[in-house]
């Protein structure tokens, strides 16, 4: 169950999935499993459900989709097959589908928890997606919940789910209130060290935001320990061992969450800050450059800034500037992007860079008139 408290990933199929590929791709799938098309309807309804999970934990969510459409056809009223289908369509971005399909396994079981927590991780989904139209959603989601704690009280995943929806509010309190009940159903509930570890970095994360960072350390430690090939949890341990100023934990942490998940945009650039800050310039300039080609990077501009300013302390002039340039001109505006922008002309001192400069240094003190280390460059130029 994908339960993580950050804003829900839509998973995608693989590309190049055509309709001619998918047949083949299906046709192949079910020789691989045992499925027959001669079979047809007699073919056993678990293994069905069996194929459609294995498909969507490899994020194959079309392919999942169909074998838990093929399960329904064999027993229409199946809320696993349901639910199944239901989270297929939601990590195809298909919110609008998920939320039938989940009030259908409502329906044919209302004792289904797991039908109530996707339900409402649905909803979830839909108001992250777009909060405007959807602004009711997670209010939505805390009342499906409150149904299913009426005859599930002490379930874990349902607190949990309550702990993800009240932070996705920005309520702190109440997630944190029910993520430390989560925390202590789930040594009882039998549920999975791996599913023990994503309620304990929800937790974390809850701490955290309310400054209380030895309390999300310990959470986080805790994660790691039960599922140590979380990168999530080796992340999160990570960040607040440097905000707690332990440099080395943080540089091993994040390390591990690179290793886990070496195309995650989170766990790559924040090693590579915590080496700028904790003094390893040189170190940390492959890790900004590969954080730069991963997906969302161009949403990130603080990474530009941040690259522009390593390579300064290189000199290497002409890449800092180039990146600096990039950082500026990526939304939002920051005075900080501008300040650095200004350095880096300062520092190539060619023909024309002091005007540039000046003008860097003035768009920085627009933004943030307080910002005094644009006002000394500024005035050194005069």
């Known amino acids: 169950m994908n339960t993580t408290l950050h804003r829900s990933t839509v998973r995608r199929p693989r590309a190049g999935f055509g309709p001619s590929r998918l047949a083949l791709v299906v046709l192949g799938a079910l020789l691989l499993t ?3 098309w001669s079979q047809g309807s007699t ?7 069996r194929d459609g999970s294995f498909y969507y934990a490899q994020g194959d969510c079309a392919l ?6 093929e399960a329904l056809k064999r027993d229409p009223e199946n809320v696993v097959a349901m639910v199944g289908k239901g989270r297929a369509l939601a990590c195809q971005g298909a919110f609008g589908s998920a939320v039938e399909t989940f009030r259908g396994a409502i329906e044919a079981d209302a004792s289904y928890v797991p039908g109530y927590v996707q339900l409402a991780l649905a909803f979830q989904n839909q108001y992250v997606a777009d909060p405007l139209t959807f602004a009711s ?3 939505d989601a805390i009342e499906v919940l409150d149904r299913a704690e009426g005859f599930a009280p002490d379930d874990a995943t349902v607190q949990n789910t309550k702990g993800i929806i009240y932070y996705e509010a920005g309520d702190l309190e109440q997630a944190r209130a029910a993520l430390e009940r989560a925390v202590e159903l789930a040594a009882t509930n039998e549920l999975a060290e791996r599913e023990r570890s994503v309620i304990q970095v929800n937790l974390g994360r809850a701490y955290r935001d309310q400054g209380e960072l030895e ?7 805790r994660a790691v320990v039960l599922d140590p090939a979380s990168a999530s949890a080796h992340n999160n341990l990570g960040h607040v061992n440097f905000r707690l100023g332990d440099c080395s934990g943080a540089e091993y942490e994040l390390s591990q969450a690179v290793s886990l998940a070496p195309a995650s945009l989170s766990a790559v650039s924040q090693l590579a800050i915590v080496l700028f800050e904790c003094g390893d310039v040189a170190g940390s300039i492959p890790h900004f450059e590969l954080a730069l080609t991963l997906d969302g990077a161009v949403f990130a501009p603080p990474l530009y800034t941040y690259l522009a300013r ?11 500037l180039r990146r600096a340039q990039q950082g500026a001109l990526l939304p939002p ?11 880096a002309y300062v520092a190539r001192n060619a023909a024309g860079d002091d005007e540039a400069a000046r003008r860097a240094f003035e768009r920085a003190l627009e933004l943030d008139p307080g910002l005094a280390e644009a006002r000394s460059a500024l005035d050194a130029l005069r």
Do not use: K, N, P
């Open 34 to 36: 045992g499925h027959a």
């Open 43 to 49: 073919e056993d309804v678990s293994t069905w459900l």
């Open 64 to 69: 999942s989709q169909y074998f838990y459409q």
């Open 137 to 139: 959603r997670l209010a």
């Open 215 to 221: 309390l999300a350390q310990t959470a986080f430690r």
């Open 310 to 320: 390593a390579y300064l302390e290189q000199g290497r002039i002409e890449d800092a």
């Open 333 to 343: 505006e920051s005075a900080e992007a501008h300040f650095h922008l200004g350095r």
